[in-house]
T-cell receptor
Framework: AQSVTQLDSQVPVFEEAPVELRCNYS??????LFWYVQYPNQGLQLLLK??????LVKGINGFEAEFNKSQTSFHLRKPSVHISDTAEYFC???????????FGKGTMLLVSP | DTAVSQTPKYLVTQMGNDKSIKCEQN?????MYWYKQDSKKFLKIMFS???????INETVPNRFSPKSPDKAHLNLHINSLELGDSAVYFC????????????FGSGTRLTVV
């Protein structure tokens, strides 16, 4: 069975600074990888996904993530964050051929002025 | 037009009561899900339906019963509510293959007192 580890429960950062949110996964088969964002009191919104092909994936709101198969990682990055990026970020994995997403425990990104 | 809509958004009820949460999607997706998000923001799948048929039933007390009258609707009925059922419940939908990711509803915050 697959699993996801988000090592940081909270990441504080100043506005306009770069940020990286870490995600590692475990699976015995090929996977699809996703990042979702949850703003306060809202549902989850898809930021980006990796299915195959280029390991660098670009998403919405200036975020990108890089799939590293050898390190089983899918870290999320943004070169310059805004106050409005303050939210909970979830990494998720699905084994190919299945439709169920397994989520990590989330990382709270706190952007301050 | 809301793609995945859940009602109610908030639900406060006493222990021992029975309550239902409704979910509807207008995306034409084949598969629908219920996830539970606990107080630590951890998301765990409860059920998955594909074209009205139950395909995933995780270790959930049998007080929880999903019902899918058609592929656009997936309701969650909870009997004999307990304090530990307090959480945010998210409905989601996807195409049968997970490639496109899930579309989430905005959640139902259930508080059992």
């Amino acid at each position: 069975a697959q699993s996801v580890t988000q090592l940081d429960s909270q990441v504080p950062v100043f506005e306009e600074a770069p940020v990286e949110l870490r995600c590692n996964y475990s699976s015995s088969v090929s996977v699809y990888l996703f990042w979702y964002v949850q703003y306060p009191n809202q549902g989850l919104q898809l930021l980006l996904k990796y299915l195959s092909g280029s390991t660098l994936v670009k998403g919405i709101n200036g975020f990108e993530a890089e799939f590293n198969k050898s390190q089983t990682s899918f870290h999320l990055r943004k070169p310059s964050v805004h106050i409005s990026d303050t939210a909970e970020y979830f990494c998720a994995v699905s084994e190919r051929g299945y439709s169920t997403l397994t989520f990590g425990k989330g990382t709270m990104l706190l952007v301050s002025p | 037009d809301t793609a995945v809509s859940q009602t109610p958004k908030y639900l406060v009820t006493q222990m021992g009561n029975d309550k239902s949460i409704k979910c509807e999607q207008n995306l034409g997706h084949d598969t629908m899900y219920w996830y539970k998000q606990d107080s630590k923001k951890f998301l765990k799948i409860m059920f998955s339906y594909n074209n009205k048929e139950l395909i995933i039933n995780e270790t959930v007390p049998n007080r929880f019963s999903p019902k899918s009258p058609d592929k656009a609707h997936l309701n969650l009925h909870i009997n004999s509510l307990e304090l530990g059922d307090s959480a945010v419940y998210f409905c989601a939908s996807s195409q049968k293959a997970v490639n496109y990711g899930y579309t989430f509803g905005s959640g139902t915050r259930l508080t059992v007192v």
